[in-house]
């Protein structure tokens, strides 16, 4: 539960100094600022308030790290075109999701525990790219997942990805979920 905590804020701080420089502020915001004003937004939500409140310098230090590595990540992917906390339609008995981070045509996930990537984690990714596809909202032509915790990654071209793990075309494999979580014989 702990490493969850460190992750969000982490990835708040990443997210609040992303914001800074594309509105290219003249002065870079400091490591404690950002994890000071990621905690303070964090604090405002029912969910994190007593949880972050109670991280510990060490734990405030693992969390500047990982932003830093993420950091330093999605500046080397960066493209110019970066969404954070992208936005996708729900669709049937799916509500509205939101992403992590899309650069250029690239739909990341950012997954930050002691552990390799599961195929969930790619599950994931392939409902938003459904739900995209039936919104419209971006132009997703790949797909990736980042962990700074361990220091790796995967990104591979959502084609590819759907043959792979269905044998069907993106098209056909969107339609196919997208006719089951809409169906009115789906089964809880």
Not at 25 to 44: G, Y
Not at 98 to 105: K, L, Q, R, Y
Not at 134 to 159: A, D
Request: proline share 2%; aromatic share 10%; net charge negative.
């Amino acid at each position: 539960m702990r490493h969850a905590i460190i992750n969000e804020v982490a990835f708040r701080a990443f997210a609040l100094g992303a914001k800074a420089k594309a509105a290219e502020r003249p002065d870079p915001i400091s490591d404690s600022r950002l994890l000071s004003t990621a905690i303070s937004e964090l604090s405002d939500d029912q969910f994190w308030a007593s949880k972050v409140s109670s991280l510990d310098q060490d734990e405030r230090s693992q969390a500047n790290e990982l932003r830093q590595r993420l950091t330093i990540f999605f500046d080397d992917k960066d493209s110019g075109d970066l969404v954070l906390f992208p936005e996708f339609r729900g669709c049937g008995l799916l509500d509205a999701c939101v992403g992590d981070v899309i650069v250029g045509n690239t739909l990341y996930e950012v997954k930050a525990g002691g552990r390799f990537f599961r195929s969930i984690d790619l599950r994931q990714l392939l409902i938003y790219s459904m739900l995209n596809w039936r919104g419209g909202n971006y132009s997703i032509k790949s797909l990736g997942m980042f962990n700074p915790r361990i220091g790796i990654y995967y990104e591979e071209e959502l084609g590819e990805i759907c043959q792979e793990v269905s044998g069907r075309s993106s098209i056909e494999l969107f339609t196919e979920i997208s006719q089951i979580v809409s169906g009115s014989d789906f089964s809880r």
